[in-house]
């Protein structure tokens, strides 16, 4: 689909959500799959975008596969050049990655893109790769960026979730009472009642035309953060993984934590 120029862009994002998805469920199946598919997704973007939704799900992609297998997938883009200047793509894609963490959507597409990084960050054994060097200023505001977009999804979450549970609250209190109602009317229900029986078609028409107005979100990239994946789950803590790693790398590799750490000072 992603090779296809007559799809649209709202359908090769979902597609690229179904990629991630498969790469986070299924890591182990699909690992041999992963030089085709990040090939794919990268040469997707090398061409016309309209849509930032298309170009961010396609980034997704990678830096999912990125914290499922960062020694792998690493090799795979220094062996792939941008066409058609055959300039090296990972560089490229790092410095993209980072420049546009600030605009990153929705809980798991920040908690991922951070989990990313600190897989990559994490298994650097010396001073920072090339493909790092080049960007290395741009790492901090990355994760800065990330963790700011992140505590105000998760506030927000939060929220949504709070006035759903009122509103299904109020509902079922709404039903018990409309339920009460008709058990005390009940003997005195007359069936050749028009009005009742019009009255009742109104009341259970208002109850399904409020299902309607939920289901059309134009939020795309909320939508598709509704896909569920192992990275969501609450057993991850992305906080305390970025801790472990800047421990990690302050006892074993001073040098690299040094080029980090210096942009806070």
Known sequence: MLENENCGEDAQSHACKVLEVMVLQCKDTVSQLLPRIIKTVLERVTKTVKMKLCRSMCLQVVIAALYVNPIGV????????????????????????????????GV?????????????????????????AACAHEIVPAFLALFSGLEKAYQTKASVDSEDDAVEEAEEEDLE???????SDEDDYDEDDAA????????????????????????????????????????IDEYAEFKSM????????????????????
């Open 108 to 132: 798991h597409n920040r908690k991922i893109g951070i989990l990313g990084l600190v897989s990559v960050l994490g298994r650097c054994a010396g001073p920072l790769p090339a493909y790092l």
């Open 246 to 265: 800047l421990l990690g790398l302050q006892a074993n590799n001073g040098e690299l934590y040094a080029v980090l750490t210096s942009s806070l000072a």
């Open 177 to 183: 009472i409309e339920e009460d109602e008709l058990e």
């Open 74 to 105: 690493i090799e795979v883009l220094e062996k792939l050049t941008m066409p058609p200047t055959g300039e090296p793509v990972c560089s490229q894609f790092f410095s993209q990655w980072f420049k546009q963490a600030d605009c990153v959507r």
């Open 196 to 235: 009742y029986v019009e009255n009742l078609a109104k009341m259970a028409g208002s109850h399904l035309g409020d299902d309607d107005s939920d289901d059309e979100d134009d939020d795309e990239d909320i939508e598709l953060d509704l896909y569920d994946t192992p990275v969501d789950s609450d057993d």
